[in-house]
Each structure stands twice: as structure tokens, then as C-alpha cells.
């Protein structure tokens, strides 16, 4: 997958909601590690929309 053919970009925290989102279509750009504001260590997910349509709500 290129970024030229991303539509739109959303990072997430966690793994069940990079899942979620993964399942309903988006495209893993990159994983990070970070701390929360509680300094509790997480991932973060950025994901890419790759269609012209808009994306689908994820709950």
C-alpha cells in the first residue's frame, strides 16, 4: 500500500481497537510505543483509509 493512495489517517490506542478497525477495512501505517497520561505504557496504531467512500463507524 502506498500513502498516495490514503485517504484518511486515525491512530488508535490499544490493540482491540486496532483490531476493530482493521476488520472493518483500515490498513496498518504504523505501530508505536508510548505511555498514557497515567504513564501506563500503550501501543498506538496509525491506520489508513484507503477508499474514496467514507469509512464505515466503529464502535
Known amino acids: ?3 498516495n493512495d490514503t ?3 486515525k491512530e ?3 490493540e ?6 482493521i476488520d472493518a477495512g483500515w490498513e ?5 510505543g ?3 497520561v ?3 505504557p500503550v501501543f498506538l496504531y496509525s491506520l489508513g483509509w484507503t477508499s474514496e467512500e467514507n ?3 466503529i464502535r
Do not use: C, Q, T
Open 1 to 3: 500500500m502506498s500513502l
Open 28 to 32: 496498518l501505517l504504523a505501530v508505536a
Open 38 to 40: 497515567d504513564k501506563i
Open 12 to 14: 488508535v490506542a490499544g
Open 55 to 57: 469509512p464505515p463507524h
Open 7 to 9: 485517504y484518511k489517517v
Open 34 to 36: 508510548g505511555v498514557d
Open 16 to 21: 482491540i481497537e486496532a483490531n476493530k478497525h
